[in-house]
């Protein structure tokens, strides 16, 4: 367990869902990765991340999906593409990522709460 943070702390973190319009190989990337290009909605609009979610997933399987990511982290040059948000995953038992998702759709842009 890490240190204990206060409810304020966390109310600071700006998690949101998004859908998936675009997702291509990052062959520029150290590790295996691909480009997102994610729809927040209305006042966020379109924002990029870099992911390292190639073992379950293909671009063409991504298309669409919703994912939860953290928007208001400050953006993060990686080789030469910036990343604009956080996208959310768990480690499977091999350590390979899993996306966070909703379990049903919500509209692009809701807050985690």
Same mark, same amino acid.
């Given at each position: 367990?890490?240190?204990?943070?206060t409810?304020d702390?966390?109310?600071?973190?700006?998690i949101r869902? #998004?859908?998936?319009?675009h997702? +291509?190989? =990052? @062959?520029q %990337?150290r590790?295996?990765?691909?480009?997102?290009?994610?729809?927040?909605? &209305?006042d /966020? &609009?379109?924002?990029?991340?870099s %992911? $390292?979610?190639?073992?379950h997933?293909? @671009?063409?399987t991504? /298309? #669409?999906?919703?994912?939860? %990511?953290? /928007?208001? =982290?400050p953006?993060? $040059?990686? &080789? @030469?593409f910036?990343? +604009?948000v956080?996208?959310? #995953?768990?480690?499977?038992a091999?350590g390979?990522?899993v996306l966070l %998702?909703p !379990?049903r759709p919500? @509209?692009n &842009? !809701?807050?985690?709460h």
């Amino acid at each position: 367990m890490t240190d204990a943070i206060t409810f304020d702390d966390f109310a600071r973190v700006d998690i949101r869902v #998004g859908t998936i319009t675009h997702a +291509e190989d =990052f @062959p520029q %990337a150290r590790k295996p990765a691909y480009r997102l290009h994610i729809d927040f909605g &209305g006042d /966020i &609009g379109l924002r990029k991340s870099s %992911a $390292q979610i190639t073992v379950h997933y293909t @671009p063409d399987t991504l /298309i #669409g999906r919703q994912v939860v %990511a953290v /928007i208001n =982290f400050p953006p993060r $040059q990686i &080789g @030469p593409f910036m990343s +604009e948000v956080l996208v959310l #995953g768990l480690s499977d038992a091999d350590g390979a990522i899993v996306l966070l %998702a909703p !379990e049903r759709p919500v @509209p692009n &842009g !809701e807050r985690m709460h």
